[in-house]
């Protein structure tokens, strides 16, 4: 079957840096996806990661460890408007992208 | 990327009736999907909308229930038929041009509840 793991809800303080993990069992794996979402909005794109190794874009960045089934989304500097639903997704070809339930982040000041 | 506007953004409708839903994309693009996501929850495929030839629906998802046109690269529309109040959700469209990874991008969507 097809299953993707990541926490449910993670809450951080302002200025903190969080780590959202996530873990995949897929018949299939071409590369892992990052999705962002504001509540009532759509989920917009913020990373796709093929290779192992770790990939910085300004304050996210995101690792991707093949062996491992094995990923995460580093937020860093994190300011209110971060506060949004974290998608992790696989994608296992042919268009195929198959998304994880979601992270909640709720950021405090 | 692309701009992608859906239509309507949100509607009530009584139990038993059908909804037309519009996707519309400001370029030609090479994919485009139709998801549904419950409030809080994860994005679930419907079906891959092919331009000239009948819907790729997902296990659990049937074209009498769901039935999707694409007539041409830059247009589509979801129908929601006989609704229940289970039909209750967001339903997103999303595109792919291709590009790296075959990224997604999504629509507004169209929040519907059905009475």
């Known amino acids: 079957g097809q299953n993707i793991d990541q926490p449910t809800e993670m809450t951080a303080t302002e200025g903190a840096i969080v780590q959202i993990n996530c873990t995949y069992q897929?018949?299939?794996?071409?590369?892992l996806f990052w999705y962002q979402q504001h509540a009532g909005e759509a989920p917009t794109f913020l990373s796709y990661?093929?290779?192992?190794g770790l990939e910085e874009k300004g304050r996210f960045s995101s690792f991707l460890s093949r062996s491992d089934s094995y990923g995460y989304l580093l937020l860093q500097e994190l300011q209110m408007k971060d506060s949004a639903s974290y998608f992790c997704?696989?994608?296992?070809?042919?268009?195929?992208?198959?998304f994880g339930a979601g992270t909640r982040l709720f950021v405090k000041a | 990327s692309a701009v992608i506007s859906q239509k309507p953004s949100r509607d009530i409708c009584q139990r038993g009736t059908s909804l037309t839903i519009q996707c519309q994309v400001d370029s030609q693009v090479t994919m485009m999907f139709w998801y549904r996501q419950q409030p809080g929850q994860s994005l679930t495929l419907i079906a891959t909308a092919n331009q000239g030839s009948e819907a790729t629906y997902e296990s659990g998802f049937v074209i009498d229930k769901f039935p999707i046109s694409r007539p041409n690269l830059t247009f589509s529309t979801l129908t929601v038929s006989n609704m229940s109040p289970e039909d209750s959700s967001i339903y997103l469209c999303?595109?792919?041009?291709?590009?790296?990874?075959?990224?997604?991008?999504f629509g507004p969507g169209t929040r519907l509840l059905v009475l």
């Open positions: 997704a696989v994608h296992t070809g042919g268009f195929k992208t198959i």
């Open positions: 990661n093929v290779l192992d």
């Open positions: 897929t018949s299939g794996f071409n590369g």
């Open positions: 999303s595109v792919s041009t291709g590009g790296v990874g075959e990224t997604q991008y």
